[in-house]
């Protein structure tokens, strides 16, 4: 059954989360902290996996991997176990379970919080740079798409 308000809210969410973000950027960048009413708007929008990523941003637990040039780039971000999830910058997408089951199955939230400090992380300036080369990145990404198979397996 055709469900108005169910499809609005999953056309018109990205563009929020997208636009929030773009303002909380431009103000930390302008005031150098978030504002109460930016972590309110945040909190609002990602509820629990918002306090979480917080939590992560305080462990330093994100980092940029990037060719010389910059034509590739890929975020890694340390997990509470020692997990290492590899993500792109500014896409909401994250290899965890809580994404699969909370984001994508059941829709309870937004996003997870390891796209959440990733993003966090990249507006404060607060990621570790590591320069790979463009074939380090990518056999990264090809082993992050194939987690389940063995290193040996490429």
């Keep these: 059954m055709y469900n108005m308000q169910t499809t609005s809210r999953k056309i018109i969410l990205p563009f ?46 994100v980092t940029l991997l990037t060719t010389a040039n910059d034509t590739r780039q890929a975020l890694q971000v340390s997990g509470g176990r020692g997990e290492l999830y590899t993500l792109f910058p500014n896409i909401n997408f994250c290899p965890c379970l809580a994404y699969a089951h909370q984001v994508v199955t059941s829709r309870i ?11 966090l992380s990249q507006v404060m300036g607060r990621t570790t740079r590591k320069e790979a080369s463009p074939e ?11 987690a389940d198979k063995s290193i040996e397996d490429f």
């Design 136 to 146: 380090e990145v990518a056999r990264i990404l090809c082993l992050s798409a194939h």
């Design 109 to 119: 939230h937004v996003s997870c919080k390891h796209v959440l400090a990733a993003r």
């Design 16 to 61: 929020v989360t997208s636009d929030l973000f773009g303002e909380i950027e431009r103000l930390y960048s302008e005031e150098g902290k978030f504002s109460d009413e930016s972590l309110l708007a945040l909190h609002a929008v990602f509820g629990a996996p918002f306090e979480r990523a917080l939590e992560m941003l305080e462990k330093d637990c």
